[in-house]
Nanobody, 126 residues
């Protein structure tokens, strides 16, 4: 069984740097591929960051240079550091995981992931 739970969201000001954490409960030794997504009201779910190759993260263009993604298998956590936040970053942020192989070119597609957290809301005020 796989369970994911996000934390760290809340109301923030533009330019702030909150840190989102996903706690991962996995009872097997299987390899899991991890990602962060976000969804604003009335918009489609958007891939934000993913790690499918050890030591290298993939980011959507709009957050490159501002967000940092880390994954610690031994501690069963993944973290998304949000820097220089903008009002357009306002969204519900979700973490996701899948035990099957994910090609890096598809790592930011929500259809690739099987397990999801409930989300944590980030609201950025100008």
């Amino acid at each position: 069984q796989v369970q994911l739970e996000e934390s760290g969201g809340g109301p923030v000001q533009a330019g702030d740097s909150p840190r989102l954490t996903c706690a991962v409960s996995i009872d097997t030794h299987a390899m899991y591929y991890m990602a962060w997504f976000r969804q604003a009201p009335g918009k489609q779910r958007e891939g934000v960051a993913a790690i499918v190759i050890p030591g290298r993260a993939t980011f959507v263009d709009s957050v490159k240079g501002r967000f940092t993604f880390s994954k610690r298998n031994t501690k069963n956590t993944m973290t998304l550091q949000l820097d220089i936040l903008k009002p357009e970053d306002t969204a519900m942020y979700y973490c996701a995981a899948v035990p099957e192989y994910v090609d890096e070119s598809r790592a930011l597609l929500p259809t690739e992931y099987r397990y999801w957290g409930q989300g944590t809301q980030v609201t950025v005020s100008a």
